[in-house]
């Protein structure tokens, strides 16, 4: 059998995603202790699970329609007006889906044609460049800097625009960097794409964790803007249901529609059971929510300080849980650091080179794990740079 000629050059030629690689190394090793998992550490809230429970017990275990449970889009979209001050249609521009990231590939496919350039501020999330490479799209990066708190700018923006670009991704809160976009960046934004065709896809999977006394603000609900931007959001990082495996998408119904059949043809329905779940989530969560973002606060701040105090340089995060300390003083790639760091003191950490080339010189620790592991995280990183300096 000749492989080869089997498989899909463009599947093939896709690098495997970096975040997994330490991983994959940490678990065949004792005693490691972790800083890469972007997952919350806390379960999810009793209430939550209790409504997934109870639909289990009253039989709820049929597939449901395509776009989900109408109740669910109803609680959605009350969700999106409540917290964002955004209108959608539940019948028509909301769709439940199995994570965020079903989301986002749906609203690739149901736009990108082979060809469309797609802008993509990196260091960012791992998918977004494959799942456009994947239905023949042309990435354009750009690549944010820390002197400019990892924003995109109306200059990048305008200096990246042709005639053949067709979608903006926009994954503020933002993994790795920890950064967010404020309501003046965005309407900066919005004043460059006007006049043009270019839809944003709005990763907003973190937008309920913001510090510092922000909140979030939807590039949506920008004047403009809603007619021409998908928004992808979900319940694993806000209500510490990764592994319910839900998220949802509200778009213009034109967009939607044609998602929606992707959806239909390669996924069915999202998980019954997680579906009643959200609509507690959604709901009655707030209290948890608040209590979950009070303790990552904390760690934010404990784990700046930290970074800072060993001598590794990093800016505050405004959002999400995860701190991007600055590695560019012990003469390392960021590569070389994690795998040192990972053989000397068993500390994983991701590379800033795994959310792409910009992410060089620096590395991505997460916060959502408790106080005392994260002290000895730094306990350890810090005897790894003193090491360093001795060697």
């Not at 800072?308 to 650091?337: D, H, Q, V, W």
């Not at 991701?350 to 994260?374: D, L, M, N, Q």
Request: hydrophobic share 40%.
């Amino acid at each position: 059998m000749d492989y080869e000629k089997i498989l899909s050059q463009t599947v093939v030629s896709l690098p495997p995603s970096g975040i997994r690689k330490f991983f994959d190394i940490a678990g065949t090793m004792q005693g490691v202790i972790s800083l890469g998992v972007g997952e919350p550490d806390f379960p999810t809230p009793w209430e939550i699970r209790n409504a997934g429970i109870r639909s289990l017990e009253n039989g709820k275990t049929r597939y449901t329609a395509n776009r989900g449970l109408e109740a669910l889009c109803r609680e959605i979209a009350t969700y999106q007006k409540r917290k964002y001050d955004l209108s959608y249609d539940p019948k028509t521009e909301v769709m439940v889906t199995v994570g965020g990231s079903e989301g986002i590939d749906a609203a690739i496919r149901a736009m990108v044609t082979p060809g469309d350039e797609v802008i993509i501020p990196q260091p960012s999330y791992v998918c977004y460049e494959p799942l456009v490479r994947l239905v023949g799209g042309i990435p354009v990066i750009l690549e944010t800097t820390a002197e400019h708190d990892f924003k995109v700018t109306p200059e990048m923006l305008s200096g990246a625009l042709t005639e053949r670009t067709k979608l903006l991704i926009l994954p503020y809160p933002c993994n790795p960097t920890g950064a967010i976009m404020e309501k003046a960046d965005l309407e900066a934004l919005a004043a460059v794409l006007k006049d043009t065709n270019v839809v944003v896809l709005s990763d907003e999977i973190y937008a309920e964790l913001t510090f510092g006394g922000l909140s979030h603000t939807s590039i949506a609900s920008i004047d403009g803007m809603k007619e021409r931007t998908v928004v992808v959001n979900g319940f694993s990082k806000t209500f510490s249901m990764t592994g319910w495996r839900l998220g949802y998408a509200c778009a213009p119904e034109p967009i939607l529609r044609q998602m929606v059949k992707i959806h239909q043809y390669a996924i069915m329905c999202a998980p019954t059971t997680a579906q009643y779940a959200a609509i507690e989530a959604l709901r009655n969560g707030d209290d948890a929510v608040a209590a979950m973002k009070e303790e990552y606060d904390m760690r934010r701040r404990l784990i700046v300080k930290g970074f800072n105090e060993i001598g590794l340089p990093c800016r505050t995060p405004r959002g999400a849980f995860y701190a991007f300390p600055c590695i560019k003083s012990t003469g390392m790639t960021s590569e070389e650091f994690c795998e040192k760091l990972l053989y000397s003191q068993k500390v994983a950490v991701v590379p800033g080179t795994a959310f792409g080339k910009g992410g060089e010189g620096f590395i991505r620790a997460s916060y959502c794990y408790s106080t005392e592991h994260i002290s000895e995280a730094l306990r350890r990183i810090s005897i790894f740079l003193r090491d360093l300096k001795n060697s």
